[in-house]
């Protein structure tokens, strides 16, 4: 069993291409034997935005703070504390923060090697 | 894509022996086709608690208001807001509510019928 708070683990910037003031903290990951999922949790800065992009495994995301939008090819959708959403395998996206304040969500992803 | 507020989804009381107080909404389960885990949001009243019990699927969870603990056998962690924790398969656990105002998680759980 692990308990921990999330500032004890450290947070990474996400220098992947079109990504922009965008950290990363792996709360739960491969470090942590998880079974079969990892639990993450992304902190977007004002002006900031994940990259637009896809991949063949989903997202469950729930915001925790801060206020932001999820882009898609042709639509946007507004999350502030409390919204969550399921972005399936394949499906562009991109998370933007839309306010003054950080925009932080977990995102919680398949273990690549485990996903069916 | 889904994208919804948490209290869109319903609110079930949790009935099964040894949870008192305890409620939980299945932001994301079978019904939205999951690919591979759902995600729950658990409130626990004060004086509350869910079942002291174990399984064969690994919790993770992340504190989103209010003070708890994790009770195990023969030892307890408190938990408050940004707590989180990975409660392996087998594992005896129980959430329990430490303080006067509701104590509220998300737990993440594999599909039964996916996970290795």
Redesign the interface.
């Known amino acids: ?7 004890e683990v450290e947070k990474l910037a996400v220098n992947e291409e079109g990504a922009k003031n965008t950290s990363i903290r792996w ?2 990951g491969k470090d ?6 990892f ?1 993450r949790q992304l902190e977007v800065e004002p002006g900031g935005h994940t990259p637009f992009h896809n991949h063949p495994w ?1 997202h ?1 995301v ?1 915001v ?1 703070e801060g206020r932001g939008q ?1 882009n ?1 090819r042709g639509e946007s ?1 507004p ?2 504390k ?8 394949g ?1 562009e ?1 991109q998370f933007e923060n839309t306010g003054d304040t950080p925009f932080t969500f ?1 995102c ?1 992803i ?1 273990d690549p090697d ?3």
């Open positions: 069993m692990i308990v921990k708070k999330y500032h709360l739960v942590a034997d998880a079974p079969n999922f639990l989903e469950e729930y925790l999820i898609t959708k999350l502030e409390g919204s969550f959403g399921l972005v399936m395998p499906e996206h977990l919680i398949p485990k996903a069916k």
